[in-house]
């Protein structure tokens, strides 16, 4: 079978990949510590749970409207105003099962063959896939690990062309932990304005942050600029509901109806039971995410005192999401050499940096969606390793 251009320009998801080898591992008997898993590790809240059981009982068992209930896009209508202060007409919400298939479809809507996104690296793996399904380039600008202000603008500016649709970025940052600056957000709407390129903002972990609330550029932008902004967010992060398949995104007039038209003609709609249970997260679910957090805070101080221990590390401190990104000081071997090894010998699974793009190499990512108990084991492991490799 001769199969299509687009599936052999798809890479396999890195993480995907790394678990499967530890699973396998796991089958012949290993031990192994997962801190390679990019969802948290909390039980979804059961009055959630609830609401899709009595979703369900009540017969909400049926195909909706394409773009979502209109009761779930005006409750993230709410939602958008009590969280980022933006006023957005439920006209402009679409739902989608998670937070991927609205950059997919996005992107889908936006791009003709070979034209560019801009994306972040380092940045969420598959944004560059998601870019060449939809037929597009994908094109990096580098992302700021160790200073304050993330981008550089100059390099962005240099890598538009003609072809440039759109740029992606993401804030609070996966893999990076990083937070916008003002200024770094203040420069990208420039730029999107002069060269009237669309910003599509992945905002997935804006509620988990550590020190600072998370701004959004939607805060920044101002009435003419409605037109270039696409937020995207979800419930995977926020409510601890990776599994359920749901998210949404805000966009402009211009794009709801070639969105929803996409979704009519593939996947139809996101199962009615599991967008009533989203109201009643997005109502209800306050308390559970400040209890996560918190406990997310807790593990990130305690494993970032361990982590300093060693002098092989650069180590920033993440401001939000739940991942560490340290850079490996005088590493002979490359990132996914020392994660296999890493595996291997102490059974504790983590992502190579070189996944997340050109500028990744020499780091690892740890994530820190696991047990307090299992992450400490975990680090000391990894303080191990770094003495005993080159
Ligand atoms: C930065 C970022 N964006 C989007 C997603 C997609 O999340 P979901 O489709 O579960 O909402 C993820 C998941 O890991 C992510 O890290």
């Not at 916008?180 to 060269?195: H, Y």
């Not at 993440?318 to 994660?339: C, H, Q």
Request: with cysteine; aromatic share 10%.
């Amino acid at each position: 079978m001769i199969l299509s251009r687009t599936v052999n320009n798809l890479k396999e998801s890195d993480s995907f990949r790394v678990l499967s080898y530890a699973k396998q591992l796991e089958r012949q008997g290993k031990e192994i510590i997962h801190f390679e898993i990019g969802e948290p590790d909390f039980d979804t809240d059961s009055k959630v749970k609830e609401a899709l059981l009595e979703a369900l009982n009540k017969g909400e068992t049926h195909y909706t409207a394409s773009q979502g209930i209109l009761s779930l896009r005006e409750e993230i209508s709410r939602y958008e105003k009590n969280f980022r202060n933006i006023d957005v007409s439920p006209d402009n919400v679409v739902i989608t099962p998670g937070g991927k298939p609205i950059l997919l479809f996005v992107l889908m809507a936006i791009l003709n063959d070979g034209d560019n996104v801009l994306l972040p690296s380092p940045g969420y793996l598959s944004y560059a896939s998601l870019v060449r399904f939809a037929g597009g380039q994908p094109i990096y600008y580098s992302i700021n690990v160790e200073e304050r202000n993330t981008i550089d603008p100059d390099e962005i500016k240099s890598k538009i062309t003609r072809r440039t649709k759109a740029i992606i970025i993401n804030y609070p940052s996966n893999p990076t932990g990083k937070m916008a600056s003002a200024t770094d957000l203040l420069e990208i709407l420039e730029i999107a304005r002069d060269r009237k390129i669309l910003i599509i903002s992945d905002e997935v972990y804006s509620r988990i942050t550590y020190e600072k609330e998370h701004i959004s550029i939607t805060r920044m932008a101002e009435k003419d600029d409605k037109g270039l902004l696409v937020i995207v967010d979800g419930f995977s992060k926020t409510y601890a509901m990776t599994g359920w398949r749901l998210g949404w995104g805000v966009l402009p007039d211009v794009l709801v109806k070639p969105v929803v038209k996409i979704i009519q003609n593939s996947i139809s709609c996101v199962p009615p039971f599991v967008q009533y249970a989203g109201i009643v997260a997005l109502k209800e679910g306050d308390d559970f995410v400040k209890k996560m957090v918190t406990e997310f805070r807790k593990r990130r101080d305690v494993i970032y005192d361990i982590l300093q221990e060693s002098d092989r590390l650069f180590i920033p401190k993440p401001e939000g999401a739940f991942y560490f990104f340290p850079r490996i000081l005088d590493l002979k071997m490359s990132s996914v050499e020392f994660t296999k090894g890493l595996l291997e010998k102490y059974g504790v699974a983590m992502l190579p940096g070189s996944a997340f793009g050109p500028t990744g190499e020499g780091h690892i990512r740890i994530s820190f969606a696991n047990s307090l108990e299992n992450l400490q084991k975990g680090a000391e492991f990894l303080l191990k390793y770094l003495k005993e490799i080159k």
